[in-house]
């Protein structure tokens, strides 16, 4: 009888185990498929017509690539109207220009390569004949080549309505500003109420009530952070935040929509995760620790400063991490500050407009040409990249912490 | 054992009048008498929950970091209520330190969680020979003085324990209080820690508390007994107490008596 009975408890046990492999399956499809969905936009067929072939460019049967910089800009003033030359002149002399400058300028303005079809990655892949008999009847003078919409021109380059020469420079600069000022604002604050709240805090009502808030802050929609940023951030400290206040920016023209309150209001949205996880990592040091610090006479504050953080740091790191990760995704509080959709100009300080990766990515999903869609996926690898790379770095210095305890 | 005579004041390590410890309306410990001789090794015994540790605690004000503990009476070190308002609880615990019962060296390396306490207070010496000399006198020099820069977690757990003691002589105490400190450790290594209290009596007051009466009969000079009170409210009480010897040879008490016998406890 006792028997049956453990092979019935042993079948139990066996279904809940293949419930928790299914669940891991669907987890792992569902991560795939997003994989899938960037990787299939963000490679692919694609066919290119150029405006004026540049074999019709050479001089004297010298290839264009192989001409000197005087007969380049020549070619250059011959084919673009005098105002754009002025302009390109006014940017930056051509007498500073390089040779190569000067032919990347020609390939843009007066090659002028289209985009005049593209296709996924899994279409290149399966239907790759198909694909080039089209071309060949469609766009005679097209030319098919294999594109990888992540490359080094989509990370140089700025915000363009032309997809071909579109890149993600000014975005990713944004990310980079905005997500500085955030971890500069909030990791300080965030560790310091977390040390306040878990060691020196007597634990009363008051402070309950403030650590049930911070919980709740947590779970707040990001959205109402947006709208906070804007009452704020932008509108009651737009002084600060534009910089007119530091003579940093023109009156007439500044306002508060900059960096420096994306920064911010990203600061504000990730403040109570930092100080909920930091408040975790400093709950885990061991109290035996803390007694034998105050058993040998030292004070609570150096309790906490050579003992309790040296040991919570790592944790602190994790949580910062995490909280990070989430902030750089963020879009819904930066379309309320009021983010610039179109960008061209790199940020120079925390009183620049700006833009972010995922707003760029939103922008180029949200436009009616297919192309923009493909841009948004390799903008996407970007955004996971720069992820990536943030979170090695703080894995890395987290254990570096670690060792030298 | 509870009147306290007038003279104790002045020769006494430590003294205590009318000590109660309550943990929010719980009162733990109650009316505690007792005064501590220096250079001797005192020991606390009792059954469990009768407050040996909170007593202990009380000597140095640790009791204070359990947010809902409050003291009443007065503990005298030298003289001075150390439960008086204007008293800092963090000059006391330099002065009386501490050696708890699970080893727990800072992990830092060897060196450092022997200079750490001194430097906090000001040792402006020769940190090397602080470190040298109460290594020494917890005789743990000898292992440890080729891995200094070790971490103090490698040691084994008799070690650690040793470095525990060794960290807090480096700070030059007057008392040291002992919370069950072989309670974690095999019988060699309890062997080593009491053939090393006995070194110690020579120049510092030891108190420890512990469970096991062999250990109290082996290394202490005084034992003060304390049990849970017998109204019903388990308020830990002092029974007896008196020389190590007397204690275990003819105590007052039938209830000492039991205890030691191992009837109860």
């Excluded at chain 1, 911010?264 to 610090?293: D, F, H």
């Excluded at chain 2, 308020?235 to 009837?263: H, S």
Aim: charged share 20%.
């Amino acid at each position: 009888m006792a028997a049956s009975n453990l092979q019935g408890r042993h079948r139990l046990g066996r279904v809940w185990l293949v419930v928790f492999q299914v669940a891991l399956v669907v987890g792992i499809i569902a991560l795939c498929a997003l994989l899938f969905n960037i990787l299939n936009g963000s490679f692919g067929f694609v066919a290119v017509e150029d405006t004026v072939s540049p074999e019709s460019l050479a001089v004297n049967s010298v290839p264009l690539e192989e001409l000197d910089k005087d007969t380049l800009v020549q070619i250059l003033q011959a084919h673009i109207s005098a105002g754009l030359y002025a302009r390109y002149e006014f940017d930056k002399p051509f007498a500073e220009r390089s040779a190569g400058e000067v032919y990347d300028l020609i390939l843009e303005r007066v090659v002028e390569p289209r985009f005049v079809a593209q296709w996924s990655l899994y279409e290149t892949l399966t239907n790759g004949d198909a694909i080039r008999q089209q071309v060949a009847q469609e766009f005679p003078n097209a030319r098919l080549e294999f594109r990888s919409w992540l490359n080094s021109h989509f990370l140089r380059a700025p915000q363009s309505s032309y997809p071909e020469i579109a890149g993600v420079r000014t975005a990713v600069l944004g990310s980079l500003w905005t997500i500085s000022i955030a971890v500069l604002f909030a990791f300080p604050v965030g560790v310091a109420a977390a040390v306040y709240l878990q060691e020196y805090a007597p634990d009363n009502l008051i402070n309950r009530i403030i650590q049930t808030n911070i919980n709740n802050l947590a779970g707040v929609p990001s959205i109402i952070y947006g709208i906070l940023g804007l009452a704020i951030f932008v509108r009651v400290l737009g002084q600060f935040t534009s910089g007119i206040a530091f003579g940093a920016s023109d009156p007439a023209t500044a306002n508060g929509r900059t960096i420096l309150s994306a920064g911010l209001t990203l600061g504000v949205l990730v403040l109570p995760l930092i100080i909920i996880n930091a408040q975790e990592a400093i709950k885990a040091v061991p109290n035996s620790l803390r007694q034998a610090s105050f058993g040998l006479g030292a004070t609570r504050w150096e309790t906490v400063w050579y003992h309790v953080l040296p040991n919570a740091i790592s944790g602190i790191m994790t949580g910062t991490i995490l909280s990070i990760s989430r902030a750089i995704g963020e879009t819904a509080p930066l379309i309320v500050i009021g983010a610039s959709t179109f960008i061209q100009v790199d940020p120079e300080g925390p009183f620049s407009k700006f833009t972010t990766l995922p707003i760029q990515i939103y922008q180029w999903t949200a436009r009616p040409q297919s192309v923009f869609r493909n841009l948004a996926g390799g903008a996407s690898l970007v955004l996971l990249g720069l992820l990536l790379t943030m979170n090695a770095t703080a894995i890395i210095l987290r254990n570096r912490y670690r060792r030298s305890l | 054992m509870t009147d306290t005579a007038p003279t104790a004041t002045t020769t006494a390590a430590i003294e205590t009048h009318d000590l109660s410890i309550y943990y929010g309306s719980f009162q733990a410990v109650r009316d505690v008498n007792l005064d501590i001789q220096p250079n001797r090794i005192t020991a606390i015994i009792g059954p469990s929950g009768c407050g040996k540790s909170t007593v202990l605690r009380a000597f140095n004000r640790m009791n204070e970091l359990i947010p809902s503990v409050n003291t009443t009476g007065e503990v005298l070190f030298r003289g001075q209520n150390i439960y008086k308002p204007d008293v800092d609880p963090v000059e006391v615990r330099r002065h009386i330190g501490m050696v708890f019962q699970k080893p727990n060296p800072f992990p830092k390396s060897v060196y450092e969680n022997v200079a750490w306490g001194a430097r906090i207070n000001g040792f402006k010496g020769n940190m090397d020979e602080l470190v040298h000399s109460s290594l020494q006198s917890a005789a743990l020099w000898d292992e440890v003085k080729d891995k200094l820069d070790q971490s103090g977690l490698s040691l084994s757990g008799g070690q650690q324990q040793r470095l525990c003691i060794a960290r807090a002589i480096a700070v030059r105490p007057d008392i040291i209080l002992m919370d069950e400190p072989c309670s974690a450790l095999d019988p060699i290594a309890t062997l080593r820690i009491e053939e090393l209290m006995r070194d110690l009596a020579k120049d510092y007051t030891i108190i420890i508390v512990t469970h096991n009466m062999q250990q109290a009969a082996r290394v202490s000079d005084r034992t003060a007994f304390f049990s849970l009170s017998e109204d019903g409210k388990r308020a830990g009480m002092l029974m007896e107490y008196g020389d190590t010897k007397t204690m275990f040879t003819r105590p007052e008490k039938k209830i000492t008596e039991d205890y030691i016998t191992g009837r109860f406890g």
